[in-house]
């Protein structure tokens, strides 16, 4: 079954406040965790990635943050942008495998 | 540097054709992964090769295939297409291997359609 999840569909800011994304996970042994953005009509672009022996790393206005204990992954957007917009994928490596949580969609209002 | 490119960008078939895709990855690069993806199940692995040999594949019925030639290059391959089958099929390079990979790049993507 799916095994890394998103806790919300859509999720709607202001241009200028800080946007979290999250995502949950359900296997320890995963050991690669990256976040997608997907603009409409382009294929997924890479954000950021971030080992299973961290905790937090920091992005251009991006961070991404593990918590093992709880697995659960979130990227934090810094002042988020109009161009920001777009839907957000986490995705785990395991195995050789990628696997990718439904998405997020991102709606940023002027 | 030319980034991934996928051809054809869109096509229509009918139920029980068959389908070619194809995938140049960004030159250099050694791994092409592959991906289906839907707005009910979502982007899901198909396979990955990595110099000319498949080494993973996801949940996917036999129908679905696909081999890497020694520039790299990609084609995945679709045989008795079925009505689910319609989806926008992604493909993916990186320099390395999938669980080496720093950052993956995505294609645009091929819009397959089956009638």
């Known amino acids: 079954g799916e095994s890394v999840g998103l806790h919300l569909p859509t999720l709607s800011v202001q241009e200028g406040d800080n946007s979290i994304i999250n995502c949950a996970y359900s296997?320890?042994?995963?050991?690669?965790f990256i976040w997608y953005k997907q603009e409409s009509g382009k294929g997924p672009q890479f954000i950021i990635d971030i080992r299973s022996n961290m905790d937090k790393r920091q992005g251009q206005r991006v961070t991404v943050l593990l918590n093992k204990t709880v697995k659960h992954l979130s990227l934090q957007i810094a002042a988020t942008q109009p161009g920001d917009s777009a839907v957000y994928f986490c995705a785990e490596i395991r195995y050789s495998t990628l696997t990718f949580g439904k998405g997020t969609m991102l709606l940023v209002s002027p | 540097k030319a980034g991934v490119t996928q051809t054809p960008r869109y096509l229509i078939k009918t139920r029980g054709q068959q389908v070619t895709l194809s995938c140049s990855p960004i030159s250099g690069h050694r791994s092409v992964s592959w991906y289906q993806q839907t707005p009910g199940q979502g982007l899901q692995f198909l396979f990955e090769y990595f110099s000319e040999t498949q080494r993973n594949k996801g949940n996917f019925p036999g129908r679905f295939s696909g081999r890497q030639f020694s520039n790299s290059r990609s084609e995945m391959n679709v045989s008795t297409l079925e009505l689910g089958d319609s989806a926008l099929y992604l493909c993916a390079s990186s320099l390395g291997p999938l669980e080496l990979a720093g950052e993956l790049f995505f294609g645009e993507g091929s819009r397959l359609t089956v009638l």
């Open positions: 296997n320890s042994a995963s050991d690669y």
